[in-house]
């Protein structure tokens, strides 16, 4: 699924986060990204889910808000591929949404990995802040309260791409 979005971003990245069950298995990945077609540039907002091939523990349900019934229909986690070539990928603790993605037959080497937790870690001298800490401290912007409550990895992808 694609939808619009309003943040501005160079042609050469993208914004991805990945949800996932036990194991590293892909459930839903968001990438946000730069398209231009026929010189119109726009933001897109990539939203896949996928089923696990397995069943969701009820701390995951929990967690990601996705019921095992939403990703009966859709395809195994193992396709899950980022949709566009871009040589930057951004995120946050990137380091399991790689292996994850390593784990499906992607190829992530090639790609050049930006983690805004790392860069948080610098910039303030903290360790491992969650994302919401993150842009709590950064940015606190309540403008987009409620517009996530369907895609958890799509709220992550806004929000790390707003950091």
Same mark, same amino acid.
């Given at each position: 699924?694609? /939808? #619009? +979005?309003?943040? *501005?971003?160079?042609?050469?990245?993208? %914004?991805?986060?990945?949800?996932?069950?036990?194991?590293?298995?892909?459930?839903?990945?968001?990438?946000?990204?730069?398209?231009?077609?026929?010189?119109?540039?726009?933001?897109?907002?990539?939203?896949?889910?996928?089923?696990?091939?397995?069943?969701?523990?009820?701390?995951?349900?929990?967690?990601?808000?996705?019921?095992?019934?939403?990703?009966?229909?859709?395809?195994?986690?193992?396709?899950?591929? /980022? #949709? +566009?070539?871009? *040589?930057?990928?951004?995120?946050?603790? %990137?380091?399991?949404?790689?292996?994850?993605?390593?784990?499906?037959?992607?190829?992530?080497?090639?790609?050049?990995?930006?983690?805004?937790?790392?860069?948080?870690?610098?910039?303030?001298?903290?360790?491992?802040?969650?994302?919401?800490?993150?842009?709590?401290?950064?940015?606190?912007?309540?403008?987009?309260?409620?517009?996530?409550?369907?895609?958890?990895?799509?709220?992550?992808?806004?929000?790390?791409?707003?950091?």
């Amino acid at each position: 699924m694609q /939808i #619009k +979005c309003d943040i *501005k971003i160079p042609d050469d990245i993208a %914004v991805i986060d990945a949800e996932m069950c036990d194991r590293g298995r892909i459930i839903e990945l968001t990438t946000l990204f730069t398209s231009i077609n026929k010189k119109v540039r726009r933001t897109v907002v990539n939203i896949d889910r996928y089923n696990p091939k397995r069943k969701m523990n009820d701390v995951v349900i929990s967690y990601h808000g996705i019921q095992q019934k939403e990703l009966e229909n859709c395809k195994p986690f193992f396709h899950a591929r /980022i #949709k +566009c070539k871009k *040589k930057y990928i951004i995120g946050h603790d %990137v380091r399991n949404d790689k292996n994850a993605l390593q784990k499906c037959g992607e190829r992530v080497d090639n790609l050049k990995w930006i983690c805004t937790q790392k860069l948080i870690n610098v910039l303030f001298k903290r360790k491992n802040m969650s994302l919401q800490k993150s842009i709590d401290l950064l940015i606190a912007d309540e403008k987009y309260t409620g517009m996530f409550d369907m895609y958890k990895s799509y709220k992550d992808t806004y929000n790390t791409a707003q950091l």
